[in-house]
């Protein structure tokens, strides 16, 4: 299964990497790194071209799933020692140059919206292989499925991408228990490129769905009450997921938290505010009173 090739890719390159490198690998179009070397380190030029096929290997992997994964044309570079750039070439949220395309997604209708599509693959790709090395494999078909029907339906980059993370939401919640997917989404936000560090917060993830297109803009308010002393209101401007009467998917917000939160964040309930604009109540207590509920997806409340 796609799941396990991914894994065993995945370890090759990060048995390659160091701390201390000073050769990295990009994109030479883009100068992003993609899955899975985002963030790694090189001690040479060997071994980061040896991490580039691997790189290769990957993303060929998952595009015979994925026929619209974005292509990147990887080459190696070297970073100055002790440089910022060495240090920290990707720094933790930092906001990219956002470039959409022609669809309209949070509000704008520009080219190429490369940061977005980027970051949903991510997230997919991270959750497959969640789902393979969990012994999820049914669920891990199911969701395979609904990937090849969108890939032959849907042209639209964006909108496919878009669409991939809702898919995989409407599964993951059907098919796997509340504790499941708590399972599955803290192991799949272990698997992502590293963009939060020790001091992020809150607002620094939102800042990055904001970075990424997810939401155009936000707003948090504390909600400080006796019941929930750990509560917020959040107000996400342009929403690229959709909802309904019933549920909000909360994939992308959730599966950030997740890293700043292990395993005692809960999305208490959603409400619609104007047609793609919604409120969420975020609460965050403490492991034994969460009972692994609202992660995925938040229940629609009436306005």
Same mark, same amino acid.
């Given at each position: @299964?796609?799941?396990?090739?991914?894994?065993?890719?995945?370890?090759? %390159?990060?048995?390659?990497?160091?701390?201390?490198?000073?050769?990295?690998?990009?994109?030479?179009?883009?100068?992003?790194?993609?899955?899975?070397?985002?963030?790694?380190?090189?001690?040479?030029?060997?071994?980061?071209?040896?991490?580039?096929?691997?790189?290769?290997?990957?993303?060929?992997?998952?595009?015979?799933?994925?026929?619209?994964?974005?292509?990147?044309?990887?080459?190696?570079?070297?970073?100055?020692? !002790?440089?910022?750039?060495?240090?920290?070439?990707?720094?933790?949220?930092?906001?990219?140059?956002?470039?959409?395309?022609?669809?309209? +997604? !949070?509000?704008?209708? %520009?080219?190429?919206?490369?940061?977005?599509?980027?970051?949903?693959? *991510?997230?997919?790709?991270?959750?497959? $292989?969640?789902?393979?090395?969990?012994?999820? =494999?049914?669920?891990?078909?199911?969701?395979? *499925?609904?990937?090849?029907?969108?890939?032959?339906?849907?042209?639209?980059?964006?909108?496919?991408?878009?669409?991939?993370?809702?898919?995989?939401?409407?599964?993951?919640?059907?098919?796997?228990?509340?504790?499941?997917?708590?399972?599955?989404?803290?192991?799949?936000?272990?698997?992502?490129?590293?963009?939060?560090?020790?001091? =992020?917060?809150?607002?620094? +993830?939102?800042?990055?769905? +904001?970075? +990424?297109?997810?939401?155009?803009?936000?707003?948090?308010?504390? @909600?400080?009450?006796?019941?929930?002393?750990?509560?917020?209101?959040?107000?996400?401007?342009?929403?690229?997921?959709? !909802?309904?009467?019933?549920?909000?998917?909360?994939?992308?917000?959730?599966?950030?938290?997740?890293?700043?939160?292990? $395993?005692?964040?809960?999305?208490?309930?959603?409400?619609?505010?104007?047609?793609? *604009?919604?409120?969420?109540?975020?609460?965050?207590?403490?492991?034994? $009173?969460?009972?692994?509920? !609202?992660?995925?997806?938040?229940?629609?409340? *009436?306005?």
């Amino acid at each position: @299964m796609v799941g396990n090739t991914l894994h065993d890719i995945r370890r090759h %390159v990060e048995s390659l990497a160091t701390d201390g490198g000073t050769y990295r690998i990009v994109c030479g179009r883009t100068g992003t790194s993609p899955v899975p070397i985002a963030g790694q380190r090189f001690e040479s030029r060997d071994t980061a071209q040896t991490a580039l096929r691997f790189a290769e290997q990957y993303r060929a992997a998952l595009r015979r799933y994925d026929p619209h994964l974005p292509y990147h044309d990887l080459i190696v570079c070297e970073t100055p020692r !002790g440089s910022d750039a060495a240090r920290d070439a990707t720094p933790p949220f930092q906001r990219p140059t956002l470039q959409r395309s022609a669809r309209s +997604v !949070g509000g704008d209708s %520009v080219t190429d919206h490369q940061p977005l599509i980027d970051f949903c693959h *991510d997230v997919t790709g991270a959750l497959f $292989e969640t789902l393979a090395t969990e012994g999820f =494999a049914a669920v891990e078909r199911a969701v395979m *499925d609904v990937y090849l029907d969108a890939a032959e339906s849907i042209s639209d980059r964006d909108e496919f991408c878009l669409i991939l993370l809702e898919s995989m939401v409407e599964e993951l919640t059907d098919r796997l228990s509340a504790d499941e997917q708590a399972r599955v989404l803290a192991s799949a936000a272990a698997r992502l490129p590293p963009t939060v560090d020790d001091g =992020a917060t809150i607002e620094t +993830v939102l800042e990055y769905l +904001v970075s +990424v297109s997810i939401v155009s803009d936000y707003r948090l308010t504390s @909600m400080d009450d006796a019941v929930s002393p750990r509560a917020w209101l959040v107000r996400l401007s342009e929403y690229a997921l959709q !909802g309904d009467e019933r549920y909000l998917p909360t994939l992308p917000l959730a599966i950030e938290l997740r890293r700043i939160y292990p $395993e005692s964040v809960s999305i208490e309930w959603a409400r619609s505010v104007d047609a793609d *604009d919604w409120e969420l109540c975020l609460s965050v207590r403490s492991p034994t $009173e969460s009972d692994g509920t !609202g992660l995925l997806r938040a229940a629609v409340r *009436d306005s």
